[in-house]
């Protein structure tokens, strides 16, 4: 709703995260990526950007990893 509504209030260009999600998932793509981007555009938006999850990416796995052994101190 939001994403049909912006092209109306003069924001024709915009750049999409989902913060919530670490990896990016079918669900994500179909419904953010696919159907936020066609509801945009159709609804006059020029530009749309969708930004990815994190995935694998190394600096993402290096700080969970780091996350996970804090965490665990003292029982591993």
Avoid at 4 to 31: H, M, Q, W, Y
Avoid at 38 to 48: K, S
Wanted: aromatic content about 8%; some cysteine.
């Amino acid at each position: 709703t939001v994403l049909k509504n912006l092209p109306g209030e003069g924001i024709r260009s915009v750049a999409v995260v989902c913060p919530g999600f670490v990896a990016d998932c079918l669900e994500t793509l179909e419904e953010i990526d696919k159907q936020g981007r066609e509801m945009f555009l159709h609804a006059g938006g020029t530009h749309f950007h969708y930004i990815p999850c994190l995935n694998d990416h190394p600096s993402w796995l290096a700080a969970l990893t780091a996350m996970v052994r804090n965490e665990l101190a003292g029982w591993i």
